[in-house]
């Protein structure tokens, strides 16, 4: 296994290689919320639609924890269609014939952008990272897209979306930078990051540096990644993205062909092997976790993982979220799913209180829906709805339409 520039693993698993990614470098870099300051910085990015000569019609869009910048276009390294295509292009609720629309991959991350797989330039042998990569926060994925932003010559957004993770960057955007945008689309997120979901990202982390191939972190070195560990992290929190309606739908009960259950009367059939694939759900997680283990380095997961952790917009002002958001101007829609339960809706709840408490403009829907919290990746046409119908109100309001 060895690895290419800008951070990209190329994986003896499935050999694959990325000529290069599109990206901004700022040699000057950018100081962290761990007061140590790093340069460079590289931000790889993909972008979609036409910039107006207003440059007035800019959409971030932020990504979500194992997303990239590959947003709308087949991925150079899966093959797979990009993460938000059904969502983001021509005619589509996020419509690329009215608005310039950027994503970039998030500082920390292995898509191109300064992460543990970045070379450490002031090393003398260049080395990589690897777990001397500072600690980063959410806000300092901020800190590094709003320099993409102003890079690209753009003054102020029209608005900033994302999911999940991504909501929370949106987030951290009507904060950091409030006058630098029209509209923030918060999307299955929280202000915080809850007790129960760093539980889960410690699981993971966990199953990471238990793995024999961790290698202290250095597994780069000697030719292998922690590929077991990093397996069962994604299958972990792939369980937690779904919800008991949407598996149980899915696959319920049934087994494989093949497998040595008898499914229609549900007895055993033949010798039982406590190894082997004998439900679906477990295949398809086995499926998730390997085909994670091609694209992701496991050192960017332990360092994303931590800044969501970490991420708690009330913090910085003793305790009180409604004092984040005083005097906004920010348009907001914050939007939840009924059966989301790694961000449910009590907690956008939360957040819409203290914007309304704040007095600053917020609509909040909740959708019906039983397929958990990914259902913002999925075909929702009520999602779709609320998206094009809030981007388009605000866009009116401001006579871009």
């Not at 790889?44 to 932020?62: F, H, K, W």
């Not at 994302?162 to 923030?184: D, H, I, K, N, R």
Request: proline share 4%.
């Amino acid at each position: 296994m060895v690895f290419g520039g800008s951070g990209y693993l190329i994986n003896s698993i499935t050999p694959f290689t990325i000529d290069k990614h599109r990206h901004a470098h700022f040699p000057e870099g950018i100081t962290l919320d761990c007061d140590m300051h790093l340069a460079p910085v590289d931000v790889a990015y993909c972008t979609y639609g036409q910039l107006s000569e207003q440059r007035d019609n800019a959409i971030l869009l932020c990504h979500a924890f194992t997303g990239d910048q590959y947003v709308a276009e087949t991925h150079p390294l899966t093959g797979k269609p990009g993460w938000w295509e059904r969502m983001v292009g021509s005619g589509k609720p996020i419509d690329t014939d009215k608005f310039f629309v950027i994503c970039s991959n998030v500082l920390g991350g292995c898509m191109g952008s300064t992460g543990p797989m970045s070379v450490r330039e002031e090393s003398v042998k260049k080395e990589l990272w690897g777990t001397d990569f500072p600690p980063i926060t959410i806000r300092d994925m901020v800190r590094a897209q709003y320099k993409l932003v102003r890079y690209l010559g753009i003054d102020k957004l029209f608005a900033v979306v994302g999911g999940s993770m991504g909501g929370m960057q949106v987030l951290e955007w009507t904060v950091t930078y409030p006058e630098m945008m029209l509209a923030a689309m918060p999307i299955a997120t929280a202000p915080f990051h809850s007790a129960q979901n760093i539980a889960f990202n410690e699981v993971g982390r966990q199953a990471i540096i238990a793995d024999p191939d961790w290698r202290n972190g250095r597994y780069w070195c000697e030719g292998v990644v922690p590929a077991r560990g990093l397996s069962v992290a994604r299958m972990m929190a792939h369980i937690t993205y779904l919800s008991e309606k949407a598996l149980t739908r899915k696959f319920g009960r049934r087994v494989r062909q093949g497998s040595s259950a008898d499914k229609s009367a549900g007895n055993f059939t033949g010798p039982l092997s406590l190894f082997g694939d004998i439900f679906e759900v477990e295949s398809y997680l086995r499926y998730q976790g390997s085909s994670f283990v091609r694209r992701f380095d496991a050192n960017s997961y332990l360092s994303i993982t931590r800044a969501m952790d970490w991420f708690d917009l009330a913090a910085d002002y003793d305790g009180e979220l409604t004092a984040a958001f005083s005097g906004t101007s920010v348009r907001f829609c914050v939007i939840s799913f009924s059966s989301d339960w790694l961000f449910p809706t009590s907690t956008a709840r939360t957040l819409v209180r203290a914007l309304n408490q704040a007095t600053a403009n917020v609509s909040f829907v909740e959708i019906e829906t039983d397929r958990g919290h990914d259902a913002f990746l999925l075909d929702e046409p009520d999602f779709d709805r609320t998206v094009q119908g809030f981007l388009r109100g605000v866009a009116e309001h401001v006579g871009l339409y």
